[in-house]
């Protein structure tokens, strides 16, 4: 049954997005907890959607991803009214209102630079397109790579980084190179115009704070995992 202290689906007549101002508003109020709870209610919400579920209140979405229903709650309340209290969510309006603070209602350019086995990995992976990231090039610096065509992107040659850039002007740049590469083909990354990276290189990029950088690191996430399950015994 649905909590009572939820929000009311929304009326199908009632513009469910936010504006772009608003989007902004909200992701600047947002810590950076709640963008992770958000995206992991967004992959819930979209699975939700394809399997017919019109409507979710905070207790099921907040079992879905391990929190509480009042953090759910805290946390939507965020992306600004997007319902009355009463009885759930309108799954089709959160994803709007979540995916326009998260930028995914945006059409993202990203390129990868590196593709060896975890490059390739990401070519070929089709989770991406959905929330609105297009890879539309690739490089490498490995003459057997270039020119070959994975996940139906071409390889071209990392020489040719900087017509890439001005090719396609990408917002958004995957860096899977190794880590001594790493440092200096963000510089030219950042001279080229992008704005995000993606890192996956086990190094601290030392960039302007106008560049915004996530770093992912398996292995800092099984040390941390390694902790976790240690602190339960
Ligand atoms: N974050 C993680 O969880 C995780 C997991 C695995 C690997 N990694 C890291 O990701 C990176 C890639 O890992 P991998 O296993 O695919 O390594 P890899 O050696 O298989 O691939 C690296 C690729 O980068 C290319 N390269 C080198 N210099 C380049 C340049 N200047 N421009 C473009 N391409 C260049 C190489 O030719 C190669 O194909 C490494 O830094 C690795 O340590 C991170």
């Known amino acids: 049954m649905p909590d009572s202290s939820d929000a009311a689906p929304i009326p199908d007549d009632e513009s469910p997005s936010l504006s772009a101002s608003d989007a902004a508003i909200s992701r600047r109020n947002l810590p950076e907890p709640?963008?992770?709870?958000?995206?992991?209610y967004y992959r819930e919400l979209y699975r939700l959607r394809d399997a017919g579920t019109h409507s979710i209140n905070?207790?099921?979405?907040?079992?879905?991803?391990n929190v509480s229903p009042a953090v759910v709650r805290r946390d939507l309340s965020a992306l600004g009214t997007i319902g009355r209290r009463g009885v759930g969510y309108t799954v089709e309006l959160l994803i709007e209102a979540i995916g326009g603070v998260l930028g995914s209602g945006h059409q993202w350019q990203v390129i990868l630079v590196g593709v060896g086995s975890l490059g390739d990995a990401l070519l070929r992976y089709r989770g991406f397109e959905r929330l609105g990231f297009r890879l539309v090039s690739a490089l490498d610096a490995n003459p057997?790579?270039?020119?070959?065509?994975?996940?139906?992107?071409r390889v071209r040659d990392a020489?040719?980084?900087?017509?890439?850039?001005?090719?396609?002007?990408?917002?958004?740049?995957?860096l899977a190179v190794p880590?001594?590469?790493a440092g200096e083909v963000a510089g030219e990354l950042v001279a080229g115009g992008i704005t995000g990276i993606l890192n996956f290189a086990p190094t601290t990029l030392?960039?302007?704070s106008a560049i915004a950088v996530v770093n992912v690191d398996l292995a800092s996430e099984l040390q941390r995992?390694?902790?976790?399950?240690?602190?339960?015994?």
Do not use: C, H, M, N
């Open 144 to 153: 057997d790579r270039i020119g070959t065509s994975i996940g139906g992107v």
């Open 34 to 40: 709640a963008v992770g709870r958000l995206s992991l």
């Open 225 to 233: 995992l390694a902790f976790s399950v240690q602190q339960r015994k």
């Open 179 to 181: 880590a001594e590469k």
């Open 206 to 208: 030392r960039l302007s």
């Open 58 to 65: 905070s207790r099921e979405l907040g079992k879905l991803v």
């Open 159 to 174: 020489s040719e980084l900087a017509q890439v850039l001005s090719d396609f002007s990408p917002d958004l740049a995957i």
